[in-house]
């Protein structure tokens, strides 16, 4: 078990590290005949190897901010950089490009591919990149063996507990060895003892691998693990918190 | 590679869905198919028929033949040049003087064709060695549609009238020495086939011929008479055939239709209940029109299980029936049919169909996918309906 300690309210920024800044990032959709303003004037910056949670209710805006990180959506407003490069400014090739080689994905709900077996869902976003299947081979059994998972390589999603679907998920966002990891809600759907496995592996992976997590998540258990921890509340930032975690025992 | 993976997976995932498609599309493939190599194989058999009976290699024809015009046929002849007659006895040449006359089966009047052939000819499969050997009146061959028409027999006797070459009357009485059975009803149609020679001393044309059958591989011109080549000879039969394609691409494009339909149909359900997919292939790096061209792959990929489930079935039931044929009986259409049709499947024939099932399936399967680009990836993620 772990315990939190709110060490800082001030946002830690590393300026050489810095691999994510928002300036005045806002996002609205259209709803209607007028707009639906999402997030309003964020600004933010995440570095190398951050642990960092959007925490907040249903609505706050959080999955709306990782998916701008993530590329897949762009401001209205502001400017977001991700990895040096401003999102609004990328081609669909360019964002597409981005997400394959440095970005790592995990959803509330897994979304690995059915038909896939496990092997195959963590090895399919290398398939993209060029890379002999000699060293395919090699980064997938070593995503696997990362979650525990080398025994089930050859299973389909269909034969797998939630905990260990989301264990290939974290494998295949971590195989190809990303800078950034965005996570949405990786333990909604996870009972208590396979939401502390699944967030003690990311956070090992955080450690060993220097690998920048920003989790979205209104989750106590995933607080828990939380290095810095960013309110939002009505799509504006409330809280940007450096918490020490230090084991209760 | 990564699309074809996925496609082969998603189809199998897919079960019955998948084969029901399958399915019908390999049907409808099998059935284009034989329905072109069963007209393809009567269109070779009635070429070769044709030529084995009627053409040969081609034709050389007085120039004022017209085989549709009776008027002209009378001054349609002229005399055979040394050279000519050179060919004629090598067996490369058989002349045939055509003309017009009467015949009075059971005291009825019938118009007919009377051709002049040299008995001893070997290129036409006609059998003309019968016009030698009877002793009693003017030996004559003729084809059992024509003997069904006059009600005639091996040996009934027949009155023949005829103009000379001066516009005489004159009569005989012909015997009819044997009754061939061609499957090319222009050589048998109101047609008595004499010989030659006493043909020409019947209308007082010695030495003279209306047309030249050719067995040469490659008929050289020869002046004074118009070649006719195979091309020519045989565009009605040609046409014919294209006229029976035509008719069938109707049915063969209605059955096509309902299984592009039932592929467009599943593309559409396809998209719309994968959502979560789509969003997670954009999240994991492909383009959204990467993603069009997964779905349009996995689409297009019914095809080529279709044919591959095609050939499962349709290589042992085109073999077969290639073996039997498929036979018509004694049924007469008044066009060259043989009475059974052996199919014929051409490489080009296997090769056109493939290729029109595969791009029929990648073009119906592309229009629905063709939303996928313009989806909302994070809705798409969300798995909401767009």
Not at chain 1, 163 to 170: F, N, P
Request: proline share 3%.
């Amino acid at each position: 078990m772990v315990k939190r300690i709110v060490v800082d309210d001030i946002i830690f920024q590393d300026m050489d590290n810095q691999i994510i800044q928002l300036e005045h990032l806002t996002k609205r959709f259209p709803v209607g005949n007028g707009f639906f303003t999402a997030l309003t004037d964020i600004n933010l910056s995440f570095g190398k190897g951050e642990f960092a949670g959007l925490v907040g209710p249903s609505g706050s805006g959080k999955t709306t901010l990782l998916n701008i990180i993530g590329s897949l959506d762009v401001p209205s407003e502001g400017k977001a950089t991700v990895l040096g490069r401003s999102i609004a400014e990328l081609s669909q090739k360019q964002a597409a490009n981005m997400r394959n080689h440095h970005i790592g994905f995990i959803f509330q709900t897994y979304n690995l591919l059915p038909v896939y077996t496990v092997y195959e869902n963590v090895e399919f976003a290398l398939l993209l990149q060029n890379i002999s299947a000699e060293e395919r081979r090699k980064a997938v059994m070593q995503a696997l063996e990362w979650v525990g998972l080398t025994d089930k390589e050859k299973s389909k999603p269909s034969m797998l507990s939630g905990g260990e679907c989301q264990r290939v998920a974290i494998a295949r966002s971590m195989v190809k060895r990303p800078k950034i990891v965005l996570a949405d809600e990786p333990t909604a759907n996870l009972d208590s003892k396979n939401s502390h496995h699944i967030l003690q592996t990311m956070q090992k992976l955080n450690e060993e691998l220097g690998v920048t997590f920003i989790f979205s998540t209104h989750d106590e258990k995933v607080m828990q693990y939380l290095k810095r921890q960013i309110s939002l509340a009505d799509g504006k930032v409330v809280a940007d918190e450096q918490v020490e975690l230090v084991s209760s025992q | 590679m990564v699309a074809f993976k996925l496609a082969y997976r998603n189809l199998i995932g897919a079960g019955t869905r998948t084969w029901l498609n399958v399915s019908v599309l390999s049907f409808a493939f099998v059935l284009i198919i034989f329905h072109n190599g069963m007209l393809d194989g009567w269109n070779r058999q009635s070429r070769k028929d044709t030529q084995q009976w009627e053409v040969a290699n081609g034709q050389y024809w007085h120039p004022h033949y017209d085989k549709l015009d009776v008027y002209s046929i009378k001054d349609a002849h002229k005399p055979l040049d040394a050279q000519i007659i050179g060919k004629v006895k090598d067996g490369s040449l058989v002349p045939m003087l055509i003309q017009q006359a009467t015949i009075y089966p059971q005291g009825r009047m019938q118009s007919v064709l009377l051709k002049g052939i040299p008995h001893d000819q070997q290129l036409l499969k006609l059998p003309t060695q019968e016009l030698k050997g009877v002793t009693e009146g003017l030996p004559a061959v003729i084809g059992k549609r024509m003997a069904t028409a006059a009600k005639l027999g091996i040996g009934d006797k027949v009155l023949i009238r005829w103009r000379d070459k001066n516009g005489t009357f004159d009569a005989t009485e012909l015997t009819i020495a044997s009754v061939f059975n061609a499957d090319v009803p222009s050589i048998d149609n109101g047609q008595i086939y004499i010989d030659f020679e006493a043909m020409q001393t019947m209308m007082g044309l010695q030495g003279d011929a209306t047309l030249l059958v050719t067995g040469e591989e490659k008929p050289a011109t020869m002046d004074g008479w118009d070649f006719k080549d195979i091309k020519f000879l045989l565009a009605e039969l040609d046409q014919l055939i294209e006229s029976k394609k035509g008719g069938g691409i109707v049915l063969q494009a209605v059955l096509l239709l309902i299984a592009l339909l039932a592929i467009f149909d599943t593309q559409v359900l396809s998209i719309f209940r994968r959502q979560k997919e789509i969003g997670t292939f954009i999240a994991l790096g492909l383009t959204r029109w990467q993603v069009v061209g997964v779905f349009t792959i996995e689409g297009a990929a019914h095809s080529i299980l279709a044919i591959v489930l095609g050939a499962a079935y349709g290589i042992p039931f085109f073999i077969w029936l290639n073996a039997i044929g498929l036979s018509f009986g004694d049924v007469d259409v008044g066009i060259t049919m043989a009475a059974t049709i052996y199919p014929y499947y051409s490489v080009r024939l296997i090769l056109s169909t493939i290729v029109l099932v595969v791009i029929a399936s990648a073009i119906v399967s592309y229009l629905p996918a063709r939303k996928i680009a313009r989806m909302n990836p994070t809705e798409a993620l969300k798995g909401k309906i767009q």
